[in-house]
Nanobody, 121 residues
Framework: QVQLVESGGGLVQAGGSLRLSCAASGRAFSNYAMGWFRQAPGKEREFVAAINWSGGITNYADSVKGRFTISRDNAARTVYLQMSDLKPEDTAVYYC??????????????WGQGTQVTVSS
């Protein structure tokens, strides 16, 4: 059984920073790519960033390139999303997911419950 638990969300002013964490339970965490998605009210879930099993390959949505950094610690079974220069349009529930490095949610098989990020202007 795989469980993913996100943490680190909160309320921040525009231009600020947050670091999200996603702790995974279950075996073989280091065998899988991991991703972050987000969903704003009334909008579809959208890809944010992904990282391959070793951390050597990353993929970012154009809207967050240069501002967000995904990383992972396989010994700690945790994936991170460092978010800087946050904008009000980054406001959403952020989800981590296991399984892919692509942009489609269908490539991911396990999902966390999400953590709310709110950026005030």
């Amino acid at each position: 059984q795989v469980q993913l638990v996100e943490s680190g969300g909160g309320l921040v002013q525009a231009g600020g920073s947050l670091r999200l964490s996603c702790a995974a339970s279950g075996r073989a965490f280091s065998n899988y790519a991991m991703g972050w998605f987000r969903q704003a009210p009334g909008k579809e879930r959208e890809f944010v960033a992904a990282i391959n099993w070793s951390g050597g390959i990353t993929n970012y949505a154009d809207s967050v390139k240069g501002r967000f950094t995904i990383s992972r610690d396989n010994a700690a079974r945790t994936v991170y999303l460092q978010m800087s220069d946050l904008k009000p349009e980054d406001t959403a529930v952020y989800y981590c997911a296991r399984g892919g490095i692509g942009t489609s949610p269908s490539q991911y098989d396990y999902w966390g419950q999400g953590t709310q990020v709110t950026v005030s202007s």
